[in-house]
């Protein structure tokens, strides 16, 4: 224990750092790491490079998912002998699609006490340069690698009226794509890459115009998050449009075709058209 930290109750410090421009570290993130007694960091090469642009020595503990749950009691004692430990991840936020979830979830069980330094975080950074509305929204972290579960991953909120914020990586962005635009419809959307960098681009547009860019230009380099508009139902087509079309196309098609056919002509997501084909179909006095 140090001298400084037997003055003071121990506690934990989140301390969001920059993700890409060292400038966006705030002076009071600054100071915390300069009080702190340790830093529990995911991979020190990373956090050491921040240190030295501080001109600081810390020691350093590593705390990361695969010795999280060794660290996290070992953590938890020094916070509880007095000591104030500054938690960073290698960039942004932590616990945001980095480790420290559970390790704030038991020490606030245990009454210990928990602070945050915010600052820099990639998903709220696309989202607000995405132009896409921010009134509601739902930061969907990394999606599954495989298609069919991504697939099946996007079923589940391609009915929310929010905007929808993901990560990806450069190689997957076409299939990731490819499966977005599949499962929601022909949203509006963003490609944020490279944020507070020197190359830093969002690029707007509908995901069937990302995916011919991208499919075109190739995947981009660095690093990327995916922002997607709520279902087109809010400004395109009327419920009553939508039941016109579907009767229309119920006449001469199938249940899944007629579905499939005014999805694609609509641009709204497959299985919201569907549900409707099914209730109209019944309505209409036929079978599937
Ligand atoms: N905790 C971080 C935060 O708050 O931004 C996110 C950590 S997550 C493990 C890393 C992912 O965040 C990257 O794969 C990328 O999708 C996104 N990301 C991080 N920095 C970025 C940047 N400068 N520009 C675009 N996306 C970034």
């Not at 960091?41 to 990373?46: K, N, T």
């Not at 690029?203 to 075109?216: A, K, N």
């Not at 690093?223 to 709520?230: A, F, H, K, L, R």
């Not at 309505?283 to 599937?288: I, L």
């Amino acid at each position: 224990m140090t001298a400084t930290s037997q003055k003071r109750d121990g506690e934990l410090g989140l301390v969001a750092t920059p993700i890409g421009n060292l400038g966006d570290l705030s002076p009071r993130a600054a100071d915390y790491l300069k009080g702190a007694d340790a830093i529990a960091c995911e991979d020190s090469r990373i956090t050491i490079r921040l240190l030295q642009h501080l001109g600081l020595k810390k020691p350093l503990l590593s705390y990361h998912d695969h010795n999280a749950d060794e660290m996290r009691p070992k953590l938890i004692e020094r916070v509880s002998r007095g000591e104030r430990i500054a938690l960073v991840s290698d960039a942004g936020t932590p616990l945001i699609s980095d480790p420290g979830f559970k390790l704030v979830r038991e020490m606030t069980g245990l009454g210990l006490k928990v602070t945050a330094l915010p600052g820099p975080s990639a998903p709220v950074m696309a989202l607000i340069l995405s132009g896409l509305p921010t009134d509601r929204f739902l930061f969907l972290g990394f999606l599954d690698a495989k298609s069919a579960a991504r697939r099946a991953e996007l079923e589940e909120v391609a009915g929310l009226r929010a905007s929808l914020v993901l990560f990806e990586t450069a190689p997957r962005l076409t299939t990731a794509l490819a499966d977005l635009r599949g499962v929601l419809g022909n949203r509006p959307a963003a490609v944020a890459r490279e944020l507070t960098k020197m190359f830093e681009e969002v690029r707007r547009g509908s995901l069937q115009e990302l995916l011919d860019h991208y499919t075109q230009a190739g995947p981009p380099k660095g690093e990327i998050v995916i922002v997607i508009g709520p279902p087109l139902a809010d400004a395109g087509p009327s419920a009553d449009t939508l039941d016109d079309a579907l009767r229309k196309a119920l006449k001469a098609m199938r249940v899944k075709e007629a579905a499939e056919a005014v999805a694609a002509a609509t641009g709204l997501p497959k299985r919201q058209v569907y549900q409707r084909a099914l209730e109209l179909k019944q309505e209409m006095g036929g079978d599937a």
